[in-house]
């Protein structure tokens, strides 16, 4: 199948982050795109904006009948009525990570996976290389700051950045030229049954570093030696990593580090992006650009221009009397270094947390780590389990992790009473967490909090 030649693709679940980008792709290199999503969201909106036609109810009649291929995630449930018919029918059909290694195999590829860090990172490294006059391609599973997009295609690019995602062992179907691997954390308990099975995953996909390329590997974790690549260890501050931040200083709320590469110091670095894992993740993108020969000045303009991710770390609201940070973690570890990374910029201020677990199963394999990392915070508002592709589990609740929980200042809240349950307490830093539609409710808590502020100052 030659995807360039391709007229009509239709998407099921066109809103994923994932899918979106592989939906402006295609648009852009000229196919007539539509698809299907469960719920309206800013981002379904963004795609109707760039005339992609998008539906929210499942009607098989929304499915042109000149399509040329149908590319599906995992998410859509095998009941779905429109997944059901394209398959009764016999329409070309795809997963979005098949789609994505069709569109990767003849080009030079970077991709960055781990359980956590990967979307940051994958933003980091296109940044690099874009400001670094690379013709690349880049497909990100976050919102970029710099670039308002989570898509980037420069005319005749031969070179492509890819977020390698671990779930449904998706990123199987890459073969990159130089790989980055940040974590091996457990997670997707319901997909791989147990970390060894994850971890084994991981292998297999470094396993598939073409022949010369180049494994980015966080210091600490461990993948089998393999001639075909050669391994570079990152770290955020261990001298035994081929790359690691030295001198690192925090002003104002940002970083500024020296990037070690071994015994060669490569210069001071100033990172506009808070928390030390952050700066980590800077090291891993750094290290990439270097091992393909991206100039040290280059790199560090770059580094210094960077805004972030929509939803990681996400300063929306920065007043005297009141900070609001939102952020993606959904995961115990991720919560731990987003609520640590606040409580160091923001020394001596109450912290108050608003999260919304993600699945029941994450709930109920993490129960007892998520109540440790979220009893980190002065306050927590935690809102009902948010199912996503899954059905509810006897006894996982969460009001059961809300009892695990050990701070004395929690209340577990409908998604309803959330904004006056926030607004009626005084606020010093607050933050949203989690992967879920939590994001629905971001623009209306910043208005809120943002217009109590001005009718406080009386402007």
């Given at each position: 199948m030659e995807l360039k030649n391709l007229k009509t693709v239709y998407f099921l679940g066109i809103g994923g982050i994932g899918m979106s980008a592989l939906a402006r792709y295609f648009k852009a290199n000229g196919s007539i795109v539509s698809g299907y999503d469960?719920?309206?969201?800013?981002?379904?909106?963004?795609?109707?904006?760039?005339?992609?036609?998008?539906?929210?109810?499942?009607?098989?009649?929304?499915?042109?009948?000149?399509?040329?291929?149908?590319?599906?995630?995992?998410?859509?449930?095998?009941?779905?009525?429109?997944?059901?018919?394209?398959?009764?029918?016999?329409?070309?059909?795809?997963?979005?990570?098949?789609?994505?290694?069709?569109?990767?195999?003849?080009?030079?590829?970077?991709?960055?996976?781990?359980?956590?860090?990967?979307?940051?990172?994958?933003?980091?490294?296109?940044?690099?290389?874009?400001?670094?006059?690379?013709?690349?391609t880049a497909f990100m599973g976050g919102i970029s700051k710099n670039y308002d997009t989570n898509f980037l295609l420069s005319p005749n690019s031969d070179l492509t950045v890819v977020e390698a995602d671990e779930f449904d062992r998706s990123f199987l179907t890459l073969f990159p030229d130089v790989a980055i691997i940040s974590s091996m954390d457990a997670d997707h308990l319901d997909i791989y049954g147990s970390k060894e099975y994850l971890v084994e995953s991981f292998e297999l996909f470094a396993g598939q570093i073409k022949k010369g390329g180049k494994l980015i590997l966080k210091k600490g974790l461990t993948i089998p030696e393999n001639e075909n690549f050669e391994i570079f260890y990152y770290?955020?501050?261990?001298?035994?990593?081929?790359?690691?931040?030295?001198?690192?200083?925090?002003?104002?709320?940002?970083?500024?580090?020296?990037?070690?590469?071994?015994?060669?110091?490569?210069?001071?670095?100033?990172?506009?992006?808070?928390?030390?894992?952050?700066?980590?993740?800077?090291?891993?993108?750094?290290?990439?650009?270097?091992?393909?020969?991206?100039?040290?000045?280059?790199?560090?303009?770059a580094i210094a221009s960077y805004t972030g991710v929509k939803r990681r770390f996400d300063k929306r609201v920065d007043l005297a009397d009141v900070v609001y940070i939102d952020d993606y973690a959904h995961h115990p570890e991720e919560l731990r270094a987003c609520i640590t990374s606040v409580r160091n910029i923001y020394t001596g201020k109450k912290i108050t947390g608003i999260f919304q677990p993600h699945l029941f199963s994450r709930t109920r394999d993490f129960a007892d780590e998520f109540a440790k990392s979220l009893s980190l915070l002065d306050e927590l508002i935690l809102l009902d389990i948010y199912p996503a592709r899954e059905l509810p589990i006897d006894g996982i609740t969460s009001q059961m992790l809300l009892d695990k929980v050990t701070i004395e200042n929690k209340i577990l809240v409908s998604k309803e009473e959330l904004i006056p349950e926030v607004l009626k307490r005084k606020l010093e830093v607050l933050l949203t967490?989690?992967?879920?539609?939590?994001?629905?409710?971001?623009?209306?808590?910043?208005?809120?909090?943002?217009?109590?502020?001005?009718?406080?100052?009386?402007?």
């Open positions: 469960k719920t309206p969201t800013p981002l379904t909106t963004e795609l109707q904006n760039e005339s992609i036609e998008v539906h929210f109810d499942e009607n098989i009649s929304a499915i042109p009948s000149n399509t040329d291929l149908v590319i599906y995630t995992p998410a859509i449930p095998k009941d779905h009525k429109e997944l059901i018919h394209v398959l009764e029918i016999g329409l070309p059909i795809k997963k979005r990570a098949e789609v994505l290694g069709m569109i990767t195999k003849q080009t030079t590829t970077i991709a960055i996976a781990g359980t956590h860090g990967k979307t940051t990172i994958t933003s980091l490294v296109s940044h690099i290389l874009k400001q670094s006059d690379k013709a690349i770290s955020l501050n261990d001298v035994a990593a081929d790359f690691y931040a030295s001198n690192i200083t925090l002003v104002e709320g940002k970083y500024h580090f020296e990037l070690m590469h071994k015994s060669e110091n490569c210069g001071t670095f100033n990172f506009g992006f808070p928390g030390l894992h952050n700066v980590e993740n800077a090291v891993a993108a750094i290290a990439s650009a270097i091992t393909i020969g991206i100039d040290i000045s280059k790199i560090k303009k967490l989690g992967a879920g539609d939590i994001d629905q409710l971001v623009m209306p808590i910043e208005k809120s909090i943002t217009n109590i502020y001005k009718a406080i100052k009386g402007f």
